[in-house]
C-alpha cells in the first residue's frame, strides 16, 4: 500500500481499518475521504473507502470507487472482482460479468 511517505497518512489508514474491525465503518469512511481532500489518488485510502462503503451498504458508491481503482491500478485484478460483487449484490448481473 503506498501512502507516499505521509506517516500521518498512514496513521489515519491503520486507524481507519481498527474502526472498521469494531463495527464503525462510518467513521473510517470519514477519515478515508479526509486524506482524499488531500490526495484524490490515496491508493490506501481508495481501499479503505471502498471497504467502509461495502460496510454501510453504499453499493452503488462500492462501483464507482473501484472503477476509480481500476482506472487508476488495471493490473490489480481485485478491484474488478469487487467490482462485479457490488454489481451482483445490486443484482446488475449483466455488467457483473
Known amino acids: 500500500m503506498a501512502v507516499g511517505g505521509n506517516s500521518d497518512g498512514w496513521k489515519s489508514l491503520q486507524e481507519g481499518e481498527k474502526l472498521l474491525k469494531l463495527g464503525e465503518p462510518e467513521q473510517a469512511l470519514r477519515l478515508a475521504r479526509g486524506i482524499l481532500r488531500r490526495d484524490p489518488d490515496h491508493l490506501g ?3 479503505l473507502m471502498a471497504k467502509a462503503l461495502w460496510a454501510v451498504g453504499e453499493l452503488e458508491e462500492v462501483v464507482r470507487c473501484a472503477r476509480r481503482l481500476e482506472s487508476l491500478y488495471p493490473y490489480e485484478p481485485g478491484y474488478f472482482v469487487m467490482e462485479g ?6 443484482a446488475r448481473l449483466e455488467e457483473a460479468k
Not at 460483487?85 to 445490486?90: D, G, K, T
Request: proline share 0%; aromatic share 0%.
Open 85 to 90: 460483487e457490488a454489481l451482483r449484490e445490486l
Open 45 to 47: 485510502a481508495l481501499e
